[in-house]
C-alpha cells in the first residue's frame, strides 16, 4: 500500500516499484473519496493499457484492454458532494502509463425532488409548521430549521432531502 498524491504516472518500459514489481503484467488499484461541488463531471483518462474508474460504484470509463497510450473520457456524472473514485490499471507489457483527470462540466442538475421542493416553498412552507411534533422539534432548532422540516417533509420518497 501507498499513497499518490494524483494518478499522473508515465513509467514507460520501467517499474512502478523497482525490485518490488516488474516492468510488466502488473495491475494497480487507487481508492479514494472525492469531495465534489455540485455539478457535472466528466472523467478522463490516459491509459497504457487497460483503465476501469468506478465512481460510487458505477463503472464510468471502461477500457480494459491491451492498448497503446489511448484517451478516454466518460459520460456525465452528476455529483454532489463525497463520492468514491476507483481506478484499476493494468500493464500488460512494453510501455506503462496512466493519468486521470475529472473536470466541471455544468451546473448542478435539479435534484428529483427540487420541483416539488420549489412547489412545497411557494405554497407557504411554514404553514406545515402548525403545533405538533413536527413544529416542536422546529422550534427547537430555530426558524432556519423548520424551514428544513418542511423541506424533508416535502421530499419524502425522494434520495436528496
Ligand atoms: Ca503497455
Redesign the pocket.
Known sequence: MREDPRIDFNWGFGSPAPGVIGADNFSVRWTNTVNFAPGVYRFRATV??GVRVFVNERLVIDSWR?QAATTVESADVALSGPASVRVEYF??????RIALTWFQVGAAPPAPCAAARRRRLDGGVFQQSRPGRRADAGARRGGADRLQLGLRFACAGGDQQ
Do not use: H, R, S, Y
Open positions: 497504457d493499457d491491451v500493464e500488460d507489457a512494453g510501455e506503462a
